[in-house]
């Protein structure tokens, strides 16, 4: 008879890494002090940018704040056909390839690659999952909206 063996669950280090980039679009009300008293006949302000947790995706209950987010491109330029570059914050240079195409394709196919540092992620359509970034004082500082979302697939 053959044998049987026991399997234990991996731990989560051997699991691979728990970081996740979303490419974003957001927007965010300008001239506004602390979010209340704002200029009458304000414009808001629509930019990319990149948006890293380090502990896992975005999850209804936890998780909403990013662990760092940096501003690619202001105003708003298409993450599809360009590569796109930044410095996320103590983390390293930050570098995109999403395909020309990707702007059709269904949310969670492929649509492309990411890296930061020496770490690299592939990236699918995403197009609804939403975050909100507050500032210190708990308050709503920016909306944003992920074109693409980018797990790592470093193990």
């Not at 044998?3 to 280090?13: V, W």
């Not at 360009?82 to 390293?92: E, H, Q």
């Not at 995109?96 to 699918?124: H, L, N, R």
């Not at 999952?129 to 074109?147: F, N």
Request: net charge neutral; glycine share 8%.
């Amino acid at each position: 008879l053959p044998t049987l063996t026991t399997s234990a669950p991996l731990a989560s280090a051997q699991m691979g890494s728990k970081h996740n980039l979303y490419l974003v679009t957001c927007t965010r009300e300008p001239d506004c002090l602390l979010g209340i008293l704002c200029a009458p006949q304000r414009t808001p302000v629509t930019y990319t940018a990149v948006a890293y947790y380090a502990n896992g995706p975005i999850e209804s209950n936890r998780n909403q704040n990013p662990t760092s987010i940096t501003t690619v491109s202001q105003p708003r330029a298409p993450w599809e056909g360009s590569a796109r570059t930044a410095r996320i914050n103590r983390l390293g240079d930050f570098a995109s390839s999403i395909d020309a195409a990707a702007a059709s394709i269904q949310k969670g196919q492929i649509a492309g690659t990411a890296k930061v540092g020496s770490e690299d992620f592939v990236c699918f359509k995403d197009g609804a999952t939403a975050l909100s970034v507050r500032t210190d004082l708990g308050l709503s500082g920016y909306s944003c909206t992920a074109d693409y979302w980018c797990p790592s697939i470093q193990v």
